[in-house]
Every structure is written in C-alpha cells, then in structure tokens.
C-alpha cells in the first residue's frame, strides 16, 4: 500500500523512537504531527523533517492533559483536514524515579499513570472523532508488561488491556488498535534508566543484542497498513525474542 498524504499524530516523537516513527513515516509519503511537550525537541524534528520536502507541523502537547489532547487534534484537522494514524508514543521513562510501590509518592505516581496509560486513552478521544473508516492507532507497550517490575510496568500492561478494549470498541468504526511492546531498545532513555544492565539483558535474550528504533518503526508501519487490516487488539512483541507467550 501507500501512505502518501495520510495524516499521522505521533506523540512524545521529539527524541528516541517517537523521533525515527516521525522521520519513517515522513520518508513513506505522510503528513507528520510532531505532538510533542518539549518544545526544542519537537521544533528540532519538524524542522529536520520539514527539510527533506515533507509536510509536517509541531504541536506542543501535554498527554497527561485532556485539553491539551483536544487542541492537538483541532490544530491537526485545521492543518491537514483528518486524521489518519495515531501513533501513542509519549511516556515518561527515561528520567522516571525508580523506587518500588511502597515508597513512591502518590502524587508521582497518579502523574505516572495519568501520562503513560491515560495519556493514550485521552489522545484516542480526542483524535477518533476525525479519524475516517480504515484508520488505526499503535500504542506503546513494553516487555516490561510482563515483568512485574514496578509501576512502569504495571502501566504497560494497564496499556494492553486499554488496548483491546478499544479494539473492541472501535471495531464498528473500522479502526483498527494495536500495540508494539519493545525489549530493550538503544536509546539514551534506556542508558538513562537501565545503565549497564542493559548490557545484561542482551546476554539472555536469543538474538542476543538491543532493539533499534527502526525495528520498531518496522513494526509500527506494518500495524499501520493494509496488510494489517484484520489485525486489531493484538500486542506485538519486538524484543528479539525476550518474551515468548504461548
């Protein structure tokens, strides 16, 4: 199939793989909107992006703030008309606090889970509404889903579960959603947070190296398009092999 002229929203794309979903997209024929909270970052991609002949605009956005998702999806259809895709990239992760459940302070946590699981839900509302039959929408999940490690991964697997639940509830719509659940990637977010440990990793994981955020653009395109058209609600795995549900 072709994208060129679909309208994709991608959050949190001002760094990491948010920034190569926005640059793949671009470089596959679509309209980007960098929905992203930093403003340097974001005006940094639109422009690197706006250079190569693509259509692409920057709107900062807050997900963990309903108004803001409502804006991000006005100034998008007052830009380009509709909305096609919606990738739900933005989380926080690479500067989160790692303390457990009984320590954490409530306040953090309920920004946490406001931004990483709702933060989804909130932009599918806003965006749906102008998205025409035969659109879908990519998640963000992680392995970290199936871990129990912490609240980062209690939000990814509240993150699945959103995500068949408004497959179901999207079907009569015919739009699809769908998430990626990312291994270990190599991004400054992981060295951040993992360090070292993420050397650790590799060595139990059968392909035995990190992700790139093109293997996860890979999967995101493939989610996106036709040849995804009767694959909805499904969690996908891009992890070399750390993960294998039967």
């Not at 963990?64 to 998702?69: F, K, L, T, V, W």
Request: glycine share 10%; charged share 20%; with cysteine.
């Amino acid at each position: 199939m072709t994208f060129k002229d679909k309208v994709v929203v991608i959050t949190g794309a001002g760094q990491g793989i948010g920034e190569c979903y926005a640059k793949r997209c671009a470089a596959e024929g679509m309209k980007i909107v960098i929905a992203e909270l930093n403003v340097e970052q974001g005006q940094r991609v639109a422009t690197q992006i706006a250079e190569t002949g693509a259509e692409v605009a920057f709107v900062q956005t807050d997900v963990g703030d309903e108004q803001s998702c409502l804006d991000c999806a006005a100034q998008t259809v007052a830009r380009f008309g509709r909305i096609d895709y919606l990738i739900n990239n933005a989380a926080i992760f690479g500067n989160m606090k790692i303390e457990g459940y009984l320590n954490v302070e409530m306040d953090y946590l309920e920004k946490f889970m406001r931004v990483n699981v709702h933060g989804s839900l909130m932009m599918a509302r806003a965006c749906v509404p102008h998205m025409p039959k035969g659109s879908a929408i990519v998640n963000q999940s992680s392995t970290a889903a199936w871990m129990n490690i912490g609240f980062y991964g209690v939000a990814k697997l509240a993150l699945n579960g959103l995500t068949g639940s408004l497959a179901r509830e999207l079907g009569w719509r015919k739009i699809r959603i769908n998430a990626i659940a990312p291994g270990p990637t190599e991004t400054e977010a992981l060295r951040n947070t993992a360090g070292d440990y993420a050397d650790e990793l590799v060595k139990q994981m059968p392909l035995s190296r990190l992700g790139t955020p093109e293997d996860m653009a890979d999967a995101a395109l493939f989610l996106l398009s036709d040849q995804a058209s009767w694959i909805t609600g499904h969690i996908m795995n891009v992890d070399g092999g750390q993960f294998m549900r039967v």
